[in-house]
Nanobody
Framework: QVQLVESGGGSVQAGGSLRLSCVLP????????MGWFRQTPGKEREFVAT????????HHAQSVEGRFTVSRDNAKNTVYLQMNSLKPEDTAVYYC????????????????????WGQGTQVTVSS
């Protein structure tokens, strides 16, 4: 069982920035495709960003393109989501997700593609 540990959420005013972190304990993060998703009450989990095992390929949702950046440091077993120019509509619980994958350049933009999830971290953006 892979236990993902997220951190970095909080409250910020519109236009501000936050950086979320997701740690994969065990020293094997380079074997996993990673994704970030978010969810608000009553809505389905929404894709935010995904990054390939080697970090060379990334894909962001159109709603966050140009404002959010996913990255990873496999030496630290950590994936990041840098969020800039935050808007009130970015308010949600943010989840990181992982899937063991043999393809080093694969990306997965759908929640059903992942089998490991973090506990979620709340991000609140006030206007």
């Amino acid at each position: 069982q892979v236990q993902l540990v997220e951190s970095g959420g909080g409250s910020v005013q519109a236009g501000g920035s936050l950086r979320l972190s997701c740690v994969l304990p065990g020293g094997t993060s380079s074997s996993y495709v990673m994704g970030w998703f978010r969810q608000t009450p009553g809505k389905e989990r929404e894709f935010v960003a995904t990054i390939s095992r080697n970090g060379g390929n990334t894909h962001h949702a159109q709603s966050v393109e140009g404002r959010f950046t996913v990255s990873r440091d496999n030496a630290k077993n950590t994936v990041y989501l840098q969020m800039n120019s935050l808007k009130p509509e970015d308010t949600a619980v943010y989840y990181c997700a992982a899937l063991f994958h043999t393809n080093p350049i694969a990306m997965i933009p759908k929640a059903e593609g992942y089998n490991y999830w973090g506990q979620g971290t709340q991000v609140t953006v006030s206007s």
